[in-house]
T-cell receptor
């Protein structure tokens, strides 16, 4: 079953604004990852946060993890047109598998 | 760093025809390999994964099968395609030099069954 569920399903903002996407999950995890997918392409790994971490940064990306609420958020600051893509969270639960959510479609308007 | 190749990039097949999609990996050894299917505007559904040559785990019962004849080769097959097999098929691998579940994806194959 698809455990990670992103919210919102679609998000449209103006260039320069910040974009926040949320992910909820149901079971215990080892880590949570965020991926980006440009239309018609494969997924690209963005950032991984482990279950014992609360916040992580990578460039304009900021990820938070709240294991008590079983949720994570991805913040993209100072958005650019090139950030237009679908964003997926994926939970690592051991067993060498990831469970992906349905994704958030982000559109950055110039 | 690892590179994943998938072919063909696009495929249109009639219902009932066979299927063979190939995935090859460069730049890493003994990777875990994965086949996913993605319906339009949806998330990824894990179909098969492999932790070694000849070792295949199936996640979803269906008319598809997978094989791993070599360490860095992963093949998705079907004897008779169904309309419901249409979708975007993605191959992914892990890198054992990276101590996490991070997966690296190929460019995908878009399959249309008519």
């Amino acid at each position: 079953s698809q455990q990670g569920e992103e919210d919102p399903q679609a998000l449209s903002i103006q260039e320069g604004e910040n974009a926040t996407m949320n992910c909820s999950y149901k079971t215990s995890i080892n880590n949570l990852q965020w991926y980006r997918q440009n239309s018609g392409r494969g997924l690209v790994h963005l950032i991984l946060i482990r279950s014992n971490e609360r916040e992580k940064h990578s460039g304009r990306l900021r990820v938070t993890l709240d294991t008590s609420k079983k949720s994570s958020s991805l913040l993209i600051t100072a958005s650019r047109a090139a950030d237009t893509a679908s964003y997926f969270c994926a939970t690592g639960q051991g067993a060498q598998k990831l469970v992906f959510g349905q994704g958030t479609r982000l559109t950055i308007n110039p | 760093s690892q590179t994943i190749h998938q072919w063909p990039a696009t495929l249109v097949q009639p219902v009932g025809s066979p299927l063979s999609l190939e995935c090859t990996v460069e730049g890493t050894s003994n990777p875990n390999l994965y086949w996913y299917r993605q319906a339009a505007g949806r998330g990824l559904q894990l179909l098969f994964y492999s932790v070694g040559i000849g070792q295949i785990s199936s996640e979803v019962p269906q008319n598809l099968s997978a094989s791993r004849p070599q360490d860095r080769q992963f093949i998705l097959s079907s004897k008779k395609l169904l309309l419901s097999d249409s979708g975007f098929y993605l191959c992914a691998c892990t890198d054992r030099t990276v101590p996490s579940d991070t997966q690296y994806f190929g460019p995908g194959t878009r399959l249309t069954v008519l």
